[in-house]
C-alpha cells in the first residue's frame, strides 16, 4: 500500500500561482510515475502532469508552459508549480502514484484530493 497526502491547494485570483505537494508514503518501491489529476466541476479527472522515477515529464497540453512537476526522490515528494492559473484551472487536483513496471506491481494509488480555485 502507498498513502499519498496533499497540501498546498486554495483560492488563488487569475493569473496568481499556487503550489501542489504530494508526499508518498509506504510501499514506496511498487511505484513510477507520480503526477496529477484535475476534476473540473461537473467533468470527468483528466491528466495534468505526471513525472517518472528518472525524470520524464508529460503535461496537459492545456498546463504546457504555465504548470511545471518535480519530484524529489530523495522524500518521495512531487511538486506542482502553477503559474498565470486561470478560472478554468479551478478543479479538485489528485495526486497519482501509478505501478512500477517488470517487478508485479499493478496497483495505482490516489491522493484524497485538494481544491483549487481561481477567481476571475
Known amino acids: 500500500q502507498v498513502q499519498l497526502v496533499e497540501s498546498g491547494g486554495g483560492l488563488v485570483q487569475a493569473g496568481g500561482s499556487l503550489r501542489l505537494s504530494c508526499a508518498a508514503s509506504?510501499?514506496?518501491?511498487?511505484?513510477?510515475?507520480m503526477g496529477w489529476y484535475h476534476q473540473p466541476p461537473g467533468k470527468t479527472r483528466e491528466l495534468v502532469a505526471t513525472i517518472t522515477r528518472d525524470g520524464s515529464e508529460v503535461y496537459a497540453d492545456s498546463v504546457k508552459g504555465r504548470f511545471t512537476i518535480s519530484r524529489d526522490n530523495a522524500n518521495n515528494t512531487v511538486y506542482l508549480q502553477m503559474i498565470g492559473l486561470k478560472p478554468e484551472d479551478t478543479a479538485v487536483y489528485y495526486c497519482y502514484a501509478g505501478p512500477r513496471s517488470g517487478l508485479g506491481y499493478v496497483y495505482s494509488y490516489w491522493g484524497q484530493g485538494t481544491q483549487v480555485f481561481v477567481s476571475s
Open positions: 509506504g510501499n514506496i518501491v511498487s511505484i513510477d510515475a
